[in-house]
């Protein structure tokens, strides 16, 4: 299985600023995703982190709110951009392996005040 | 992807197996079942996953009719900390883009 970590585990933060979150794997994978999970509800997919290239956003996800970076095939960032009270919710960085299995980080719970 | 009908709730007695259901009809022949679960807070676990054959690991097993119209996520002997959220998904072999319902919630009662 894939190990990984993300950091922060938690943050709060202002209205306005942004937050960037790491993702480290501690293997090559070849997928990658981001995900939100807000209060009370079911996990929902942000985009899929391309290494080398421009992430792929799900309907109602944009670049310029959710910034995603893929350098290589273990580590990727999501940001959070000008941060609303609405953005609370946790965020999870997943992974494919090599078995076609998916893992899931531990999640960042970002509360927004 | 297929979509998945789950119970929202169930309650199991602690030591007894606990049976969680999926109705996924419309799933095709190349889609795998996957079952996860989350446990407050946490990220998702992955539990079990199977094509056709029923399977069997160290934490479940999972079984398929023959159809493969519907399944079953079978804790054999539930604990305390088998309390989660369990959600099962249908998916492509190769491309794993998960969508996530709503799933059971499974509430283990001593």
């Known amino acids: 299985s894939a190990v990984i970590s993300q950091k922060p585990s938690r943050d709060i933060c202002q209205r306005g600023t942004s937050l960037t979150i790491q993702c480290q794997v501690d293997?090559?994978?070849?997928?990658m995703f981001w995900y939100r999970q807000q209060p009370g509800q079911s996990l929902t997919l942000i985009a899929t982190a391309n290494q080398g290239s421009e992430a792929t956003y799900e309907s109602g996800f944009v670049i310029d709110k959710f910034p995603i970076s893929r350098p290589n095939l273990t580590f990727s960032t999501l940001t959070v951009s000008n941060m609303s009270p609405e953005d609370s919710s946790i965020y999870l960085c997943s992974v494919v392996s090599s078995y076609n299995e998916q893992f899931f980080g531990p999640g960042t719970r970002l509360t927004v005040l | 992807d297929a979509k998945t009908t789950q119970p929202p709730s169930m309650d199991c007695a602690e030591g007894r197996a606990a049976n969680l259901p999926c109705n996924h009809s419309?799933?095709?022949?190349?889609?795998?079942v996957y079952w996860y679960r989350q446990i407050h807070s946490q990220g998702p676990q992955y539990i079990i996953h199977?094509?056709?054959n029923n399977e069997t690991n160290e934490m479940a097993s999972l079984i398929i009719t023959e159809d493969r119209k519907s399944s079953t996520l079978i804790l054999p002997h539930a604990t305390l900390r088998d309390t989660a959220v369990y959600y099962c998904?249908?998916?492509?072999?190769?491309?794993?883009?998960?969508?996530f319902g709503t799933g059971t919630k499974l509430q283990v009662i001593p």
């Open positions: 199977g094509l056709k």
């Open positions: 293997s090559q994978v070849t997928m």
């Open positions: 998904i249908v998916l492509r072999g190769g491309y794993q883009k998960v969508t």
């Open positions: 419309t799933i095709s022949g190349n889609e795998y």
